[in-house]
């Protein structure tokens, strides 16, 4: 959603391309925590160490792209 939000308003210079960039990492890090969800439900005996990294990487994930928002945000103002 804020990929298009930047290509609709034509944003150029240095901040587009960090927000992209960050939010490029936060889709990797989403996934990454998708991963560790799942491996936390199929294997038992790591249950708790996986659901705690999945839900580290979800958080980080989230900080992210609150960093990217408020980089998009200050740029169009």
């Known amino acids: ?21 960050i939010l490029g990492f936060d889709n990797v890090v ?3 925590s998708a991963i560790l969800s799942y491996a936390s439900m199929r294997y038992e005996r790591r249950a708790v ?9 979800f958080i980080v994930g989230l900080i992210c792209m609150t960093v990217a928002s408020f980089v998009l945000s200050f740029e169009i103002l």
């Open 49 to 57: 160490h996986l659901e705690n990294l999945a839900d580290t990487m």
């Open 30 to 32: 989403f996934l990454f």
């Open 1 to 21: 959603m804020i990929l298009s939000i930047v290509k609709l308003i034509h944003m150029g210079g240095p901040m587009s391309r960090l927000v992209d960039k």
